[in-house]
């Protein structure tokens, strides 16, 4: 058995070590070999027991004894770190359970990743319809708990996108996840040469993936190429599409392909009852009315030649949208360009005299859609709540501007007004803006017709043009003049703080006492007693105040408000002195120089 050599500090051997040490000598201590297990108990040897000298142990088994206590307690102390570390893990454990985040229940953590990864996804862009501002491989990365209800959330995987980026494996995984909840489809190849290899194999593969659950798709977006990927995508799409919102269709070669100019059979069987937006692009669909009617959001572009609709057929197809807010026309021939060809059969169009009412329309878009077709389209029905209203490319638009006036006589809460590249007549612009006191913003791009006079007639206070105006832009108009537009900018100026509003008596800085307004020391009785008449001025003072309007009215303004932003971008008159004092007075100045093909600053 092994021991240990102890100090011996008690009994007869310690006085002898004392008495040895005062007559001088050194003193010298005996030791005591105790059983290893000993070291564990918490008491000490009787001080009777006999104490054993070094001397009577041999040397050659003191050494392996001590190594062997040694091991032992080294193993102990091991045994007990085990035991520390286990209990530090269970503490954390126990600890992190408390957590408010890990305690939140399944349902509201999912509807927090819904929130997080579906949030901030904007529907225009077609790549990544699957991921916002918080992917949902991060989501599934944090623990098993947040992957188990990543997983048990079919929300989250209902947006499937098929690109040069996103395999159809990724697809079949997404649409197996999302079990049976409305879907949003995006099949989008762009016009690049590295995509157009293959895409008609994986366009109709991704649409026989998708075949069995048209009935639940609620959005469908596809971008290809050219007419034939979408013929051959669209030739699968025949069933019914009962919960379908929102459709999609942009070809991007529109000028090539003429023999699949045919439509195909009714897209979803004529059976769209809740399609509320329509965008299509050199599609083709036969201008069947089943499939745009009722929307709210119709968008039509890269119809030419004989591809174009008629203004009969747009007409038609306004009729039946009464309800329709956003409505944008983009690279239409006009119809004064004759056909490819010549139809027998189509009637030409009438002088119509009923208007078509859209009283929810609220923006309205023209891009190179051709003068005659817009001012035709405009003379024919009224947009008596429009707010946006861009003319651009349209050559001139003096006669569509006498509409917008014409309609502005009646009622027109215009808010955004944005002419690009066109030509108008200056006074009937100016008469306009007369008739639109709740534009806020005016944007002028590559506008050779808005000169000085423009900017002369916006300074005008008899009376004030366009009061509410807050952002101007004048970019590529190089026909205006600084002294106008200076002129312009501080009319928007107020003289003082107090210059546009009524002043009303307020605290003053150094905390003064505000001004009360007279009262009369004798209040008016109207009561049959002087007892009634006190009791009812008593529960008039202890009455609160429940509104500050009554102390303290809102502002009421006399003059324009000052303008926030400014845009003098490619006017090459307005020099860097010039646009340092307009940062003095408007809060936000953009401007930028001319660049050319390359990007490069022209001189």
Known sequence: MSTYPLRATSGATASANCSAGSRGQPGRVNYQFVPVEA?????????????????????GTLIPRLREAIHFLDCKMASLMNQRR????????????????????????SSIFIAGVLGDTDEDNLDGADEGRVSIGSIMLVCRYWLEVALST?????KISVSPHHSLE??????????????????????????????????????????????????????????PQAHAALLRCQEDAPLLEVLSIRIHHAMQDDSYSIAPLPLFNGNTPRLRSCSLESFNFGWDV??????????????????????????GILRECPRLEELALRNLTDTDCAPCFFDSNAPDFPQLTKIVHLPRLKKASFYYAGIALTHQLMAQFAFPNLEVLELCYLENITPVLQLVYTQALTRLPLRRLRLETVVFNELKFVNLLRRLPSLVTLELVDCEDASSGLLRGLSSSQPWICPKLESLTLDGCTSLDWDSLRTFVETRLPANSYAYHHSTPRLPYGGA??????????????????????????RKQQAPVRNNTTL???????????LRAIDVTRCSQISKEMVQWLRMHVSSVKCERAKGVWGEPMP
Not at 39 to 59: A, F, G, I, V
Not at 154 to 158: D, H, Q, V
Not at 198 to 226: C, Y
Not at 552 to 562: E, F, M, N, Q
């Open 39 to 59: 070291l564990s108990k918490p008491s000490h040897p009787p001080p009777d027991e006999p104490y054993r000298s070094p001397s009577s142990t041999s040397q």
């Open 86 to 109: 286990d209990l530090e893990s269970r503490l954390e454990q126990a600890v992190r359970l408390q957590s408010p985040v890990l305690r939140l229940p399944s349902e509201l953590l």
């Open 154 to 158: 079919p929300l989250l995987w209902a």
């Open 170 to 227: 990724k697809a079949r995984r997404r649409l197996g996840r999302s079990k049976s909840c409305p879907l949003d489809i995006s099949i989008n190849f762009g016009a690049r040469s590295e995509f157009t290899s293959g895409v008609t194999e994986q366009v109709v593969h991704a649409m026989d993936l998708f075949r069995p659950a048209i009935w639940r798709i609620k959005s469908f977006r596809l971008s290809v190429p050219n007419r």
């Open 290 to 315: 089943r499939l745009v009617s009722q929307l709210r959001v119709l968008k039509l572009g890269g119809y030419i030649n004989a591809h174009r609709p008629s203004t009969n057929i747009l007409l």
């Open 513 to 538: 006492q505000m001004q009360t307004p007279y009262r009369p020391s004798q209040p008016m009785v109207t009561s049959a007693s002087s007892a009634a008449a006190a009791h009812a001025l008593s």
């Open 552 to 562: 303290h009215p809102p502002p009421v303004y006399l003059g324009p408000l000052p």
